[in-house]
């Protein structure tokens, strides 16, 4: 049963920064792709960034490019989402995923998700 955990979401101030983190468990992932979204309500499910386990990978929505930086902990099997310079327009519930190794963008693709974490960022 493949099980994905995030934390380190909370309330900061407009540039300034937090690190998530999602632990996986109940498989290898060597053979995935980790991702990234976030869903601010009334609005649908957005890609934020990816990684593929086994080459490191990485793809960014174009806004959070320079900001944002996806990383993986093989030996703790997990995944972490630094971000930076954070805006308002940040604010969200940020969720990890698990899909396929060529997974791309679009979160119907990917099979797994955790319960999401909340990111609130004031102006």
């Known amino acids: 049963q493949v099980q994905l955990v995030e934390s380190g979401g909370g309330l900061v101030q407009a540039g300034g920064s937090l690190r998530l983190s999602c632990a996986a468990s109940g498989r290898t992932f060597s053979t995935h792709t980790m991702g990234w979204f976030r869903q601010t309500p009334g609005k649908e499910r957005e890609f934020v960034a990816s990684?593929?386990?086994?080459?490191?990978?990485?793809y960014y929505k174009e806004s959070v490019k320079g900001r944002f930086t996806i990383s993986r902990d093989s030996a703790k099997n997990t995944v972490y989402l630094s971000m930076n310079s954070l805006e308002p327009e940040d604010t969200a519930v940020y969720y990890c995923?698990?899909?396929?190794?060529?997974?791309?963008?679009?979160?119907?693709?990917?099979?797994?998700w955790g319960q999401g974490t909340q990111v609130t960022v004031s102006s």
């Open positions: 995923a698990l899909g396929p190794y060529y997974t791309g963008t679009d979160a119907l693709s990917y099979d797994y």
């Open positions: 990684i593929r386990w086994s080459s490191g990978r990485t």
